[in-house]
Antibody
């Protein structure tokens, strides 16, 4: 059974930093592209970032580029999101997402339950 | 950046056919994927690559894609189909994923 378990979401002040983690199980982690997708309270889905199966390629939404860094540790079956210079509009539920394939194109077939980030003073 | 446009809401009675659209420039040239999100739950893909149903999804769910509009069709809607539905594509030029704004399906 595929499982994606996120952690690290907390309340943080504007301008602060946070690191989200996701531990994956039930599949061969280093065979797949992984992503972060967020959802502000009561709002729609927003793609944040993706990382290739080997960590070589990373891509970011314009809204987070230069502030967030995605990474993975295939030895630990783990995905990370380092979030710096946080703003109020970064608040939301952050989902760890498995892509259907090793390619960055395509769709996602499994989602975690999310970890909640609240940016507030 | 590429934009996907969905109607905010669709409402209909049980047993009717729901058509949820997703508009984008030449979207017919892209592969479109559809997710269902019920309250308090993570999204689940229901249709991928325009018209392929994920395993376990009822045949009542189907998709089409042509020109500037992709459509998710749900036949004989049931109360259990009430959810938010999102379309998604991969934007080749930037290697970005793009989601539509979502459509709330209400079964009256």
């Amino acid at each position: 059974e595929v499982q994606l378990v996120e952690s690290g979401g907390v309340v943080v002040q504007p301008g602060g930093s946070l690191r989200l983690s996701c531990v994956a199980s039930g599949f061969i982690f280093d065979d797949y592209t992984m992503l972060w997708v967020r959802q502000a309270p009561g709002k729609g889905l927003e793609w944040v970032s993706l990382v290739s199966w080997d960590g070589t390629y990373t891509y970011y939404a314009d809204s987070v580029k230069g502030r967030f860094t995605i990474s993975r540790d295939n030895r630990k079956n783990s995905l990370y999101l380092q979030m710096n210079s946080l703003r109020n509009d970064d608040s939301g539920l952050y989902y760890c997402v498995k892509a259907y394939s090793s390619s960055s194109s395509g769709y996602s077939d499994y989602w975690g339950q999310g970890t909640l980030v609240t940016v507030s003073s | 950046s590429y934009v996907l446009t969905q109607p905010p809401s669709v409402s209909l009675a049980p047993g009717m056919t729901a058509k949820i659209t997703c508009g984008g420039d030449n979207i017919g040239r892209k592969s479109v994927h559809w997710y269902q999100q019920k309250p308090g739950q993570a999204p689940v893909v229901v249709v991928h690559d325009d018209n392929s149903r994920r395993s376990g999804i009822p045949e009542r769910f189907s998709g089409s894609n042509s020109g500037n509009t992709a459509t998710l069709t749900i036949s004989r809607v049931e109360a259990g189909d009430e959810a938010d539905y999102y379309c998604q594509v991969w934007e080749r030029s930037s290697d970005h994923w793009v989601f539509g704004g979502g459509t709330k399906l209400t079964v009256l």
